[in-house]
Structure formats: structure tokens, C-alpha cells
């Protein structure tokens, strides 16, 4: 595979990658790592670093000195803010040598935010268009739409997918959207009003 000509590294950026998608930029002192899978549109910014096990979406977001490892995912249009960093294994030990198989995935999905200095522990699943607050560390699955700080990381509201934070009627005052619980538990999170009535997706 060769790089599409439209990727952007600067002379001081390291891609090792060639499946990264056209207009995407890698800047100075970011690495990333051959068979690391990146997509369109995404800006990767100076000192991050992407391991080769790791799959990036389109228009996505990895500010400064983000590090993500082996098994994380991220979909379309995620924002990774500074130095928010990842794990892949809740046992590490220097002298234990594990394989891919031994390492637990993490997924940030569609439209998620993940605030400056958060670490987000393995085989966590981050729900679309939450945001996780700066400095928080993520332990357990966060719901779409839910807004988490803290640490452990807890739910203190929800937010649009504007990224605005919702009334207790589940309205955005900034964009108009209108939200309903995507189901009876805490975990569920939400979904567009319009989809909560037909079954369809947020």
C-alpha cells in the first residue's frame, strides 16, 4: 500500500503508517506506528503516539501528547483532548510478555470528547457524543450522551451532541435537539426523541 498523496506529515513527524486516510496531518515528533489504521480528515498533533493496533475513524481529533495502545478504537469524529492517555492491560508486569489476544480492547464512539489529562482504563466502552470532563479517569463504561468527572469517572448530567449540557427535560437550550432515556437502566443513555419513538438509532 502506498500513503495517499494527501496525508500531510510534518518533517519532524514519524508515520510509519501508509493506511491513513487523504487530508489527514501528522505533526511534529507524533509517531505513528506501521499498521496502526488512520482515517480521513483527522489531525494528529505534536508527540502523540499511535501504536499499530490501533484503529482511528474519520475527522478525529488526538491533541498533544495523546498515547494510544494496541487495542483501542476510536470512531468518526472524536475530539482526544492533550495528554489524555489509554491502557490495553489492567495486570501489567515488565517480565510477563502478552499478546494481542491477552490485552483488553477500549471503543471511543461516534462524536465522543475526552477532556485534557484523562486516562481511560482498558475495556471501557466510551457511549457516542459523551464527554468525559478534564482529568477524569474513565473505569467502566460511560453511556451515550453522558457527561462524566471524577475519579473514579461518575455521571453528574448529560449533553447534546452540540456538546452543550442538558436541562432536566433532556432539551438543548443551543441547538434545539430534544433527547429521551434510551431505556429503564442508569446505563442505558439516550437517543434522539425522534428515534426513542420510532426504535430507531440516536
Not at 150 to 177: K, S
Request: proline share 5%; net charge neutral; with cysteine.
Amino acid at each position: 500500500m502506498t500513503r495517499d498523496p494527501l496525508v500531510f506529515v510534518h518533517p519532524r513527524g514519524l508515520c510509519e503508517s501508509d493506511d491513513v486516510g487523504p487530508g489527514t496531518r501528522v505533526w511534529a515528533w507524533a509517531h505513528v506506528l506501521p499498521g496502526a489504521v488512520v482515517g480521513a480528515g483527522c489531525n494528529i498533533c505534536d508527540h502523540a503516539f499511535v501504536e499499530g493496533g490501533v484503529r482511528i475513524g474519520d475527522r478525529v481529533t488526538v491533541k498533544n501528547a495523546v498515547l494510544l495502545f494496541d487495542g483501542v478504537t476510536v470512531e468518526d469524529d472524536v475530539f482526544l483532548g492533550p495528554n489524555v492517555v489509554f491502557t490495553n492491560d489492567v495486570r501489567p508486569r515488565a517480565h510477563v510478555r502478552k499478546g494481542p489476544d491477552e490485552l483488553l480492547a477500549t471503543t471511543v464512539c461516534t462524536g465522543a470528547t475526552i477532556g485534557a489529562n484523562s486516562t481511560v482504563v482498558c475495556g471501557s466502552t466510551i457511549g457516542a457524543h459523551a464527554l468525559v470532563g478534564a482529568g477524569s479517569v474513565v473505569t467502566r463504561d460511560v453511556p451515550p450522551h453522558a457527561l462524566v468527572v471524577g475519579n473514579p469517572a461518575r455521571r453528574t448530567g448529560w449533553v447534546c451532541r452540540c456538546g452543550e449540557r442538558l436541562g432536566d427535560d433532556l432539551a438543548c437550550r443551543a441547538c434545539d435537539r430534544r433527547f429521551a432515556r434510551a431505556g429503564d437502566d442508569h446505563r442505558a443513555g439516550l437517543v434522539a426523541a425522534d428515534a426513542a419513538r420510532t426504535g430507531g438509532r440516536p
